[in-house]
């Protein structure tokens, strides 16, 4: 099972940005498709980023065009970078491989710890 651990959160002003990395280990990412989770407190974990092992990029409507995601499968790394950041986006962020349910999407790796994201107004 692929094991993940997320970095790059901290503190920023709103209409700052932060770009998160989401290291991959346990087998190659090149394969899976890669989704970005964030969770606000008392809230449910939600995906609001999706990149499949081709490229193809979905974005949940409140990140689009502020948030880019890619990934370098000779790294095993993924990426979140973060543009024109508000307060609403704080968040604890995960990154997780996916596994198609449906018409959706399950994680299908470990859960690691997360990265805290915080913006001030």
């Known amino acids: 099972q692929v094991q993940l651990v997320e970095s790059g959160g901290g503190l920023v002003q709103a209409g700052g940005s932060l770009r998160l990395s989401c290291a991959a280990s346990?087998?190659?990412?090149?394969?899976?498709?890669m989704g970005w989770y964030r969770q606000v407190p008392g809230k449910q974990r939600e995906l609001v980023a999706v990149?499949?092992?081709?490229?193809?990029?979905n974005y949940e409507d409140s990140v689009r065009g502020r948030f880019t995601i890619s990934r370098d499968n000779a790294k095993n790394m993924g990426y979140r970078q973060m543009n024109s950041l508000k307060p609403e986006d704080t968040a604890v962020y995960y990154c997780?491989?996916?596994?198609?349910w449906g018409t959706g999407w399950l994680p299908g790796g470990s859960w690691g710890q997360g990265t805290q994201v915080t913006v001030s107004s």
């Open positions: 346990g087998s190659i990412i090149s394969i899976h498709v």
């Open positions: 997780n491989t996916l596994q198609a």
């Open positions: 990149i499949t092992s081709g490229g193809s990029i």
